[in-house]
């Protein structure tokens, strides 16, 4: 999803988290009509949600990165038996998915705010994938880490989709999107102006125009073959 920032971006990651509710429309997750479920029916339906404010909406800072691991998760088994916390298995998990996602820190109970940028954006997608998504959104996934995180995020991203997730990557870096996107959407002023369905040969200066307003689609050609309930391309 590209666009200029505030045209809509944040709100429509929010209301497809649920984190906000949509005035009109619906939202299907799979079989499931997910508006107005709130964030706890969205991640059951199996929505993850990768935040643009990693420190103000993704992670508690004054809590160790063991219990941001498991927040989303921490009364179900095997890291709760019968509503009682297991401290070992948290700890367990944890360490699993330090080392499967690189996360630098000599220890689980480390607070997340002790962490760097990359790698607490690495906890945060560490929590969100592991969780096995049918559709991950992530917003601005790589503001802010460094060159080696950024692969990182774009090797998991990418590994997500090939396992079968549907990934809607929002981002202001069209370079980024261009060369992850297998489908692209403009935004401008909360509308959808642009679809491309092929980004082969796609530009950074076409896909400008769109942004800028001065290019957009018709809207037989922004909900082609959507409208007839065709399967859209990952």
Aim: glycine share 12%; charged share 25%; proline share 5%.
């Amino acid at each position: 999803m590209a666009g200029i920032e505030g045209n809509g971006q944040s709100e429509l990651a929010e209301i497809l988290a649920g984190l906000r509710s949509p005035t009109s429309g619906t939202i299907h997750v799979g079989g499931t009509v997910t508006a107005g479920l709130g964030v706890v029916g969205h991640r059951r339906a199996g929505v993850g949600y990768v935040p643009e404010d990693r420190l103000r909406n993704g992670a508690a800072l004054d809590e160790s990165i063991a219990d941001n691991l498991v927040v989303d998760r921490h009364d179900r088994p095997p890291l709760a038996r019968r509503g009682v916390l297991r401290p070992k298995a948290v700890r367990a998990h944890a360490e699993q998915l330090i080392d499967q996602y690189a996360i630098r820190t000599p220890d689980p109970s480390v607070p997340m705010r002790a962490l760097s940028g990359g790698n607490m954006q690495k906890v945060i997608v560490a929590r969100e994938l592991s969780a096995g998504p049918r559709l991950l959104i992530a917003s601005q996934v790589t503001r802010g880490v460094d060159v080696g995180a950024m692969r990182f995020m774009y090797e998991r991203l990418v590994a997500a989709r090939d396992n079968g997730a549907a990934v809607l990557l929002i981002s202001a870096d069209l370079t980024e999107l261009l060369a992850l996107s297998d489908r692209l959407l403009v935004l401008k002023d909360g509308l959808l102006v642009g679809r491309f369905d092929d980004t082969t040969g796609l530009t950074e200066k076409h896909v400008g125009l769109y942004m800028l307003g001065v290019e957009h689609h018709d809207d037989e050609h922004l909900t082609a073959g959507l409208a007839a309930g065709e399967e859209p391309t990952p």
